[in-house]
């Protein structure tokens, strides 16, 4: 079993469309997160989400909403998609800074 | 959190030892350092974190100074599998701690 899977892998889209990434942990960890990692290969923190409690970067454009049903799932929509939103996005769940564990990335592409 | 300072890349021969080092000379005295590393195209893997004793697991060894002012990370045996990018972190380690990455250093094993 995968510990923290994010579908889809790759995603190709049109500028001004809309679409999500899901992902889903089954370590039973208390939070959530979605990383960006763009051509310079910088990660960078997007969201955390914790108990209910979302925590928002201020550099995150509000195109990007994450949406969570549950502990186990940490769903990302992203609005009117842009150029710039080409990037490897991160789903991460941890239990502590020792224990982030990482999904496999979903490389989005916007043309 | 403390800023981190790594050197942007190293090379590394098979089977010796790798030291990746780190300055961290504003960690405050309740900050760990956690050390974590990205393979290529893969999500960030958790390696080794410490206070201000040495510690060493399965994956490496991290050395800290005396005065916890920087730090070492060693692979004792490298292989080509541990090229990657490597995270040197420093952050006080509460649950509601966010995993904020650097530049860190791109570890090229070669044979």
């Known amino acids: 079993d995968t510990a923290v899977s994010q579908t889809p892998k790759y995603l190709v889209t049109q500028m001004g469309n809309d679409k999500s990434i899901k992902c889903e942990q089954n370590?039973?960890?208390?939070?959530m997160y979605w990383y960006k990692q763009d051509s310079k290969k910088f990660l960078k923190i997007m969201f955390s989400y914790n108990n209910k409690e979302l925590i928002i970067n201020e550099t995150v454009p509000n195109r990007f909403s994450p949406k969570s049903p549950d502990k186990a799932h940490l769903n990302l929509h992203i609005n009117s998609l842009e150029l710039g939103d080409s990037a490897v996005y991160f789903c991460?769940?941890?239990?502590?800074?020792?224990?982030?564990?990482f999904g496999s990335g979903t490389r989005l592409t916007v043309v | 959190d403390a800023k981190t300072t790594q050197p942007p890349s190293m090379d590394c021969a098979e089977g010796r030892a790798a030291n990746l080092p780190c300055n961290h000379s504003t960690i405050s005295g309740n900050e760990y350092v956690y050390w974590y590393r990205q393979i290529h195209s893969q999500g960030p893997q958790y390696i080794i974190h410490g206070l201000k004793n040495n510690e060493t697991n399965e994956m490496a060894s991290l050395i800290i100074t005396e005065d916890r002012k920087s730090s070492t990370l060693i692979l004792p045996h490298a292989t080509l599998r541990d090229t990657a990018v490597y995270y040197c972190?420093?952050?006080?380690?509460?649950?509601?701690?966010?995993?904020?990455f650097g530049k860190g250093t791109k570890l090229s094993v070669k044979p």
């Open positions: 991460a769940s941890s239990q502590g800074l020792r224990s982030y564990t």
């Open positions: 370590l039973g960890h208390d939070t």
């Open positions: 972190i420093a952050n006080y380690g509460g649950s509601q701690g966010n995993l904020i």
